[in-house]
């Protein structure tokens, strides 16, 4: 699991708030993911980037602000949210080439939002 | 659009036991397939994928998964279950646009 790392691992905050999440991945992969895992629920696919570039955004609400300053780093950017927003939210990479790739996840960070 | 169905919520199997999760798909095009599983307080971590050859794929830990085209499955098996196998298990699809959708899980429990 080393390969990709989240933090913060848990993050309790207010509805008024901001905060940041913080991936970084250790494989020299060129891509990049946020996922939100709500219980029972599939995974939803939140962000891709590709090259540092979005190449995806799936109808996320703009309270959700991804960032990606490089090729190994990925934040994603709080603000003013729900309680509903409330997940654990996955990070993963992958190698993208000419065939599809396995993607490699973090360990995600817990999020409560009060 | 591409799918993933995962029909079990919960499987409980005796240690020593084969174990099963089922997952079914539907895909335009080449189905290319996953499973990861998740322990608690982890992140999912890769088991086995099938792109193309033999429909037998083996993975880690044990694991292994047979592709059915007439039947778009993918099911999950393992020979002989362990108390540490317990955990949530994902199926997944990506289809040549190379948009990945996962199922919604199936909590595998293994008992002594």
């Known amino acids: 699991e080393t390969g990709v790392t989240q933090t913060p691992r848990h993050l309790v905050m207010g509805m008024t708030n901001k905060k940041s999440l913080k991936c970084e991945q250790h494989l020299g992969h060129n891509a990049m993911y946020w996922y939100k895992q709500s219980a029972k629920k599939p995974l939803e696919l939140m962000f891709v980037y590709n090259f540092k570039e979005q190449t995806e955004n799936n109808s996320v609400p703009s309270r959700f602000s991804p960032e990606c300053p490089n090729s190994s780093h990925l934040f994603l950017h709080l603000h003013t949210l729900q309680p509903e927003d409330s997940a654990l939210y996955l990070c993963a990479s992958s190698q993208e080439g000419g065939s599809p790739e396995t993607q490699y996840f973090g360990p995600g960070t817990r999020l409560l939002v009060l | 659009a591409q799918s993933v169905a995962q029909p079990e919520d919960q499987v409980n199997v005796a240690e020593g036991n084969p174990l099963t999760v089922k997952c079914t798909y539907s895909?335009?095009?080449?189905?290319?397939l996953f499973w990861y599983v998740q322990y608690p307080n982890r992140g999912l971590q890769f088991l086995l994928k099938?792109?193309?050859?033999?429909?037998l794929v083996k993975g880690s830990y044990g694991f292994e998964a047979e592709f059915n085209k007439s039947q778009t499955s993918f099911h999950l098996k393992k020979p002989s279950a362990l108390v540490s196998d317990s955990a949530l298990y994902f199926c997944?699809?990506?289809?040549?646009?190379?948009?990945?959708?996962f199922g919604a899980g199936t909590r595998l429990t293994v008992k002594p």
């Open positions: 997944a699809v990506r289809d040549a646009n190379n948009d990945m959708r």
């Open positions: 099938y792109i193309t050859g033999d429909n």
């Open positions: 895909v335009s095009g080449n189905p290319y």
